[in-house]
């Protein structure tokens, strides 16, 4: 049951840890197309944040990038994390585009087992996986 108060609530952002802040933005900004809507380094604290994404965060879920400056291992991504989807319009061409600009491409795009989606899905440079799915294939 939804309460008057909860009826304006949304997902605003996803944070990840990332190791290298300029490999991420990169990955996310030349290869997926996202724009980067705000960064801003916090010395004191040793970290910096930037946020990406297709449209400004009051209007859209964004993806938070978080670097501490003295992480020198790579983070574990771990058995809970699953995975951040990003709609495409065309899953193949898209697909195509990104294996030529060097993505790391790891389940070719396709339908899903018993359903009418069709996905692929990438790595970002820390292992994170990135699921894009057909937008003309997603029932409404």
């Known amino acids: 049951m939804t309460t008057k108060h909860q009826a304006n609530h ?3 952002h996803t944070m990840i840890r990332v190791r290298d802040m300029e490999a991420s ?7 997926l197309g996202m724009k980067v809507l705000r960064r801003k380094d916090y010395p004191e604290g040793r970290f910096s ?3 990406v994404g297709y449209g400004p965060e ?3 879920a964004v993806i938070e990038l978080t670097h501490n400056w003295d992480q020198d291992k790579p983070y574990e991504v ?12 065309d899953i ?13 491409i790891i389940r070719d795009p ?3 087992k018993n359903d009418t989606l069709h996905l692929a899905f990438l790595q970002d440079p820390d292992g994170y996986k990135i699921e894009l799915i057909d937008s003309k294939t997603v029932a409404a």
Do not use: Q, S, W
């Open 10 to 12: 949304r997902v605003m």
């Open 49 to 51: 944040l930037a946020f």
């Open 58 to 60: 009051i209007n859209n």
């Open 110 to 112: 396709g339908p899903m």
């Open 92 to 104: 193949y061409a898209t697909c195509a585009d990104l294996k030529e600009k060097g993505a790391k």
């Open 25 to 31: 933005l990169d990955f996310y900004t030349r290869l």
């Open 78 to 89: 771990g058995t809970g994390y699953g995975h951040i989807a990003i709609a495409v319009d």
